[in-house]
């Protein structure tokens, strides 16, 4: 399982859960949140994190106490995903479709081969298209509003 995190100018990180381990919330707190305090640290190293605000679904691990805590801690703010959203997910309604068909029929060898070509495909994705799907974002997001609450699929 790969766990990816991307922002208006590109990736953020993206993390390989090793073979056999669950994402818990111990994993997530110790492993991929400091990977993206990191990111933004040698990034912005005037500011870091302030500013900074995360998206994830609503999955058990990132729910944690533990999660929660590691979040405040390091300053990140998050923001609230309504549950069974995914038209409201930005990786969900732009980033894997994307992903999949590039990938699709591609034999790999061995693991490390999988996050190379992951890595070279969110590398090659324009900085443009990164900064187009938060305003496709915003927009779905007035969308809810507007019809209060409704699932959009295919917009």
Not at 90 to 117: N, S, Y
Not at 130 to 153: A, N, P
Request: hydrophobic content about 35%.
């Amino acid at each position: 399982m790969y766990t990816i995190f991307f922002d208006a100018h590109g990736p953020v990180c993206q993390i390989c859960t090793p073979k056999g381990q669950t994402v818990t919330g111990h994993f997530y707190a110790t492993v991929v949140l400091p990977e993206i305090e990191k990111h933004y640290i040698e990034r912005r190293p005037a500011t870091g994190l302030r500013g900074i605000k995360i998206l994830h679904d609503n999955a058990r691990p990132h729910k944690s106490k533990e999660v929660k805590e590691k979040i405040a801690s390091i300053g990140l703010e998050e923001l609230e995903h309504p549950p069974y959203s995914p038209d409201l997910a930005p990786c969900d309604f732009w980033l894997f479709d994307g992903l999949k068909k590039h990938l699709a029929g591609t034999v790999f060898g061995e693991r490390m081969q999988i996050g190379r070509a992951i890595q070279r495909y969110l590398r090659d994705i324009p900085q443009e298209d990164y900064k187009k799907t938060f305003f496709k974002w915003i927009e779905r997001l007035k969308l809810v509003v507007e019809h209060k609450g409704d699932y959009f699929e295919h917009l």
